[in-house]
């Protein structure tokens, strides 16, 4: 059953902005995205600081939070790239993004019908890996926004420690994914 609580309110709400940010890139419009991410953000981070401080964390909140990041941060990836826009992500980045996140869902589905539970603990190059993410979007949103503050070096270095940090959280999660089922004398 479903515990209502603030924190779960705060993912309900970003799941349901995810639809409303696409439409507004679609119509290519960066500002009102802009501001729509920038909400859906700000939730990301207010549910969990609520959940922890107020005891409010649920089984639901475990399994939808990381779906509603996921599901923001890959729509943001896909729908930039295919928009209009003139400052969009590369495409090789679009790939491993969402290949990353696949490899994620992939292994923690094996672990959980091989072991049937699995043991999700956010690590920190997993939380630094979606800060940098957060940073690309709202870079490439502000960009689009005012093609003024458009720096490619500077983009091309977020796009490098964001990939960098996916990299990193990518090995952490394997190694995570090989201890929760007792293989880690493989490394």
């Known amino acids: 059953m479903l ?23 679609w119509y290519q419009k960066p500002f009102i995205a802009f501001v729509i991410f920038t909400v859906a953000g700000i939730t ?19 399994i939808v ?8 941060l890959v729509s943001a990836f896909i729908f930039i790239f295919n928009s209009q826009l003139p400052i969009k992500f590369p495409f090789w980045f679009v790939v ?5 996140d696949l490899y994620i ?16 603990s956010p690590s920190v190059f997993g939380k630094a890996t979606t800060f940098f993410q957060i940073t690309t979007v709202i870079y490439t949103l502000l960009s689009n926004i ?7 070096v500077f983009y091309d270095t977020i796009l490098g420690i964001t990939l960098l ?9 394997t ?13």
């Open 65 to 72: 939070d990381p779906i509603a990041d996921k599901t923001l």
């Open 165 to 173: 940090f996916m990299v990193l959280s990518t090995l952490t999660y």
């Open 105 to 120: 869902l992939a292994g923690s589905l094996l672990i959980y019908f091989i072991k049937g539970y699995l043991k999700v």
């Open 3 to 25: 515990k209502s609580n603030l924190a779960n309110i705060l993912t309900l709400i970003r799941l349901i902005l995810v639809p409303v940010f696409i439409i507004a890139l």
């Open 96 to 100: 491993l993004v969402i290949s990353r």
């Open 146 to 152: 005012n093609i003024n503050i458009y720096n490619e």
């Open 175 to 187: 190694y995570d994914g090989f201890r929760q089922l007792n293989m880690t004398n493989i490394f």
């Open 44 to 62: 990301d981070a207010i549910d969990g600081y609520i959940a922890r401080k107020f005891n409010q964390v649920s089984q639901f909140g475990k």
